[in-house]
């Protein structure tokens, strides 16, 4: 369930394009199934210094449309763009292992962090692959590929769901991050965290057995959440509608209230956050602090995709108009 104070409110509103139409009743009646608009809160077209509402159409809900809280231009702080960018998970290669030697044992270490969904550094797991040498000198072909038989066997044995381990070639090894499932409400697909370490030891060795490697781990990418990603919209939308409709969703199966849902795991969205103020009739709260998210899918992920996201940013522009208030500038379009 979602549950919310009353100084954190955020509504999110997602449709996959810009109306055309400039008033609520045109809009209700013609525009297409999840357009977006901003229309002043009187039924008219959106005016400087008015107040306004975002609108969106939905064909699949009892009247055919969704529509925000009212906002007062004059209470409206601050106006957030966030241009969509992909998510990028942690990439990490492991040189060639040196020194190659007999009766040496080679080993590629990871670290895995919040392990089994803990959300806590301090519980982690240790996975390692493993390569020992025999009577003759290996070759870095020899190490790489039998660490990451070794490695891949031990991840698979715990789903094979978390690291993706490839020998890249001339004894090189690259262990990645796999991109996590959403369950909304359940799973929120956060990102694989890990560390990486290389370790060679002389069999032979008696006493002081220490890490002889000579071999470098280079982290090639950290990880990105991303911005405006379905992962992000799904999760944004699931927890915002335990404010706007149904608190304890599925409690109370097979009567439950319906909550409608349009984010796309598979979307990409331009983001827009207005921040802004709403007078509540409250003897702690007088003013409540309150965000509306404006997703704006991209049918493709370019400069053209931006064209709706620039329309929507134009009518936000037009309704701030005399306020003070800063509207980011229109992204490119071509």
Do not use: C
Request: overall charge negative.
């Amino acid at each position: 369930m979602s549950v919310f104070g009353p100084n954190q409110v955020e509504e999110p509103m997602i449709g996959n394009a810009a109306a055309a139409e400039t008033t609520i009743a045109t809009f209700i009646a013609s525009a297409s199934d999840q357009e977006l608009a901003v229309l002043g809160a009187g039924g008219g077209a959106v005016a400087a210094l008015e107040p306004f509402k975002v609108l969106q159409k939905a064909d699949a809900i009892p009247g055919g449309y969704e529509f925000s809280d009212t906002v007062i231009p004059s209470k409206v702080e601050k106006v957030i763009l966030a241009t969509y960018s992909a998510e990028v998970n942690k990439d990490v290669s492991v040189s060639a292992f040196a020194p190659l030697a007999a009766n040496h044992t080679y080993a590629v270490e990871v670290r895995l962090f919040n392990d089994g969904g803990t959300l806590s550094p301090e519980n982690f797991a240790t996975i390692t692959g493993y390569y020992v040498s025999g009577a003759a000198v290996p070759t870095a072909t020899d190490v790489s590929a039998g660490i990451v038989a070794s490695l891949n066997a031990n991840l698979t044995k715990r789903g094979g769901s978390e690291l993706t381990v490839v020998d890249a070639g001339a004894g090189v090894i690259t262990v990645a991050g796999q991109a996590q499932t959403v369950v909304p409400g359940k799973i929120t697909g956060r990102q694989i965290e890990f560390e990486v370490i290389a370790k060679v030891f002389d069999n032979a060795a008696l006493v002081g057995q220490e890490n002889l490697a000579t071999n470098s781990v280079t982290v090639n990418n950290e990880n990105n959440p991303g911005v405006g990603t379905g992962k992000y919209a799904v999760n944004l939308e699931w927890f915002a509608k335990g404010y706007k409709y149904e608190v304890y969703r599925q409690t109370g199966y097979p009567a439950d209230f319906a909550t409608p849902y349009y984010a796309n795991i598979s979307g990409i969205y331009n983001v827009i956050h207005l921040k802004y103020k709403q007078d509540r009739i409250s003897p702690s709260v007088e003013e409540q602090p309150k965000v509306l998210t404006i997703l704006i899918a991209k049918p493709t992920d370019d400069n053209p995709g931006n064209v709706d996201t620039n329309t929507i940013l134009g009518d936000i522009r037009t309704a701030l108009t005399g306020t003070g208030v800063s509207v980011p500038a229109d992204l490119l379009e071509v």
